[in-house]
């Protein structure tokens, strides 16, 4: 793996393994995701490292969990109330807004919880076409809030019958979820090599940087157009330090030394 | 998919993974790629007739297998380069790209894993990434793309002007002029407050003057006196513009760009600039100045390669001033302390030259056997034959003499073919062979700037072979020419064969008639 394994939430072999099975990742981080509570903001990332044991509890959980929400939607229809007048639990339910003057970031999470019950109720082409667009703004969603996403959609699409989009989004999620180096730490490691004559090897940092471009926030923008930079400093010096290049007229000039 | 299996096929097995299913079983390499495609996502999102946009994600997947989906993708062969391409391209990438072109994406993802690539219409090429073996030219070509790709993504990032300005640098150095021109003319344009403005000028119109247009060079360097006149770089630009000038035969302005760069010699230049003040001065006949700027440059540097040009460049003077004491003296403060010098041969002729003046033809002699010992450059050489040529001749050894002067007349530099041919041809003359001298002569009427020397010449075979008609017919052509001394050679000349003449030679002919 091109990232340091001691630095990520899934190490290089669980990942290995996981892209070489019939894309058990998937299934580990959408019954994972089952299991993060509704509201209560998560403390720490989902780890998908878990034991199979726990794996098993986790799916078992979520299974039950999703059974439940599911007998309850369905109770109303298949043995309407008496009165029936009573609002039921579906048209009182999650949809509705709960808080006024929410702020964006929980305007997100109550959009994520609305999902999640129209994902457990099988409205995968409503979960597709309001959480594409979310996941498509960078600036919109917080990293937590982008992976339940994309998670999501992994999910809706699976059960569409659209493996190949499931599986990108799936691909997504874990790219989200993965730590890395800061673009600004990478970008000083690529500048120590640069400085040791690594050209080469300098290079091959910031393409990784680059490679995974659209990862990234906005706020990282700045330094990936830096990077571009970079790479084109170091194919420049690299030249230069073949010593084969004539000399730039004026270059001898002691206060630039361009 | 068979360009996918046999860019497959290409791959060593590295050594972390398991054991590869024989190659020659398609299914199972067709099985074990489906298996490997879990890991990654290529989608080609553009639309049919527009420019290929891809979105590719993949977590760890070895680079080959990202890139053969790629190029697959794009309707593409995958093709590694040999050597160290197949093993990087086991190394996996993680890639996170949304509607990105086609040859960005390759870039990256190979990038990643330590290869170049190349996108063509049929093809994405991939080779190692090997500092070593890359041609300085390919880095450059790179470096400029990458630039560009910069500048692209975000026009109005702060280190715009830098950016175009490596661009004309890296151009200028790949001898791409035109090209360097324009951007550094576009950087003029949009980044006046750009720090190193000053050196895009110069760097401008030395680009220019490699095009040829020196009004626009002079116009470049010019411009950095008005615009930044206290940068450093405003006497070599004027120096700059000094030799363009030259090379434009404006006397009169070069002079008064000299003037400003040597009036500012008080104020203190750089070694450099006074080193090629001093070429310059020399070059336009002050000797004397010459030597004072470069006895000043000489005192204030000790970089080797300067005080290596400007001990060369003081023996040059010194012969201008006919010092030949002094440059004895410089040549050999410059044999001890570069022997092996660039200019070395150089510094051997000017000694030779030196000893001649002093009537030591001998000394002179060694000294030359020693340049040539020096591989010369072919100007050097041809000067060692005509000198040697010279010091034979005056030694009373024609037939030597002959040989080089023969050789140095055949050279391409017409200021020692001409002395070498006049020199020659007055042997021939001396030897009484007339008419290998008048062919000299002749060669030497198509050097420019001296026709009236080589009419002189042919005028006077021709007395000698008491042919008066074409004596005067060469003198009738040649006297409109001629000033001063070589009217009055010609006069003489035409007086002479008028009083060698019989009645009969001087009745026109038809030919005279038409002339």
């Known amino acids: ?258 | 998919m068979t360009a996918l299996a046999a860019a497959f096929l290409l791959l060593p097995a590295s050594p972390q993974e398991p054991p590869e299913p024989a190659a020659a079983d398609p299914a199972l390499l067709q099985e074990q790629l489906v298996a490997r495609d879990a890991a990654i996502s290529v989608k080609l999102v553009s639309g049919e007739g527009e420019s290929e946009l891809l979105d590719v994600v993949s977590h760890g997947a070895p680079a080959f297998e990202v890139l053969v989906r790629v190029a697959q993708a794009t309707g593409r062969t995958l093709k590694l380069g040999p050597g160290d391409a197949a093993p990087r391209s086991h190394r996996g990438v993680d890639a996170n790209l949304k509607r990105r072109p086609l040859r960005e994406v390759v870039a990256w993802i190979a990038g990643a894993a330590g290869l170049v690539s190349e996108v063509t219409r049929g093809d994405v090429r991939c080779e190692a990434d090997l500092p070593e073996v890359a041609a300085p030219e390919q880095a450059l070509a790179r470096a400029i793309d990458a630039y560009r790709t910069a500048l692209l993504h975000d026009p109005t990032r702060p280190d715009a002007p830098r950016l175009r300005f490596e661009i004309g640098n890296a151009l200028y150095q790949l001898g791409d002029f035109l090209e360097s021109v324009s951007a550094y003319h576009d950087l003029e344009r949009d980044s006046p407050e750009f720090g190193d403005l000053p050196f895009a000028y110069f760097r401008c119109g030395h680009a220019h003057a490699q095009l040829g247009d020196e009004v626009g060079a002079q116009a470049q360097w010019l411009a950095i006196a008005e615009l930044f006149p206290r940068h450093r770089l405003v006497a070599a630009a004027r120096l700059a513009a000094v030799r363009s000038f030259r090379r434009q035969k404006d006397e009169v302005n070069a002079s008064l760009a000299l003037r400003f760069v040597v009036e500012g010699m008080r104020d203190g230049l750089a070694p450099e600039d006074l080193i090629e003040a001093g070429e310059l001065l020399n070059e336009g006949g002050s000797s004397e100045r010459a030597v004072e700027a470069l006895r000043c440059a000489l005192r204030s540097t000790s970089d080797p390669e300067l005080e290596e040009r400007g001990l060369t460049a003081l023996a040059r003077a010194q012969a201008g001033r006919r010092d030949w004491t002094g440059v004895i003296a410089t040549a050999d403060g410059y044999v001890k302390r570069h022997p092996d010098g660039p200019r070395a041969a150089e510094i051997e002729w000017l000694l030779a030259v030196a000893h001649r003046e002093l009537g030591d033809p001998f000394t002179a002699l060694l000294a030359l056997a020693r340049a040539r010992e020096l591989r010369p450059d072919d100007r050097i050489e041809m000067k060692c034959d005509l000198l040697e040529g010279q010091i034979y001749a005056e030694s009373g050894l024609a037939e030597r003499a002959q040989r080089g002067l023969a050789r140095a007349g055949a050279c391409d530099f017409p200021e020692i073919a001409a002395p070498a041919l006049a020199a020659h041809a007055r042997l021939l003359i001396d030897g009484g062979q007339f008419e290998a001298a008048r062919r000299l002569y002749e060669r030497l009427t198509s050097l420019p700037d001296h026709e009236v020397e080589a009419a002189i010449g042919l005028a006077e075979v021709s007395l000698l072979q008491h042919n008066r008609r074409l004596c005067l017919a060469v003198v009738n052509e040649t006297l409109p020419h001629a000033t001063g001394r070589e009217r009055d050679r010609l006069l003489e000349l035409a007086l002479e064969a008028l009083h060698q003449a019989t009645p009969g030679d001087l009745e026109p002919t038809e030919g005279d008639h038409e002339r």
């Open chain 1, 1 to 258: 793996m091109a990232h340091d394994p001691a630095d990520e939430t899934l190490s290089s072999d669980e990942i290995h393994e996981a892209l070489e099975a019939n894309e058990p990742i998937a299934d580990e981080l959408l019954e994972a995701a089952a299991d993060v509570p509704i509201v209560e903001p998560r403390g720490e990332p989902i780890s998908v490292s878990s034991s199979p044991g726990q794996t098993r509890a986790a799916w078992f959980f979520g299974t039950v969990v999703i059974a439940l929400l599911a007998v309850q939607t369905a109770q109303p229809f298949l043995s309407p109330a008496p009165g029936g007048n009573e609002p039921s639990i579906a048209a009182a339910g999650p949809a509705a807004p709960v808080v006024a003057r929410a702020s964006p970031a929980e305007e997100i999470d109550r959009t994520l919880r609305e999902m999640r019950v129209h994902l457990s109720r099988g409205l995968y082409e409503d979960v597709r076409r309001l959480l594409e667009p979310l996941v498509d703004d960078p600036a919109r969603l917080d990293r937590d809030q982008r992976f339940e996403a994309l998670i999501m959609l992994a999910k809706a699409y699976r059960s569409l019958g659209n493996v190949e989009k499931a599986q990108h989004y799936s691909l997504l999620a874990t790219d989200q979820m993965i730590e890395r180096r800061e673009p600004a730490e990478i970008l000083e490691f690529a500048g120590t090599l640069a400085n040791d004559r690594r050209q080469d090897e300098a290079r091959v940092e910031l393409m990784k940087l680059l490679a995974r471009r659209d990862g990234f926030s906005e706020k990282d923008a700045p330094w990936l157009s830096l990077a571009e930079a970079r790479i084109a400093d170091a194919w420049y010096t690299q030249a230069k330090q073949s010593g084969h290049l004539a000399p730039l007229p004026g270059a001898r000039a002691p206060e630039s030394g361009r």
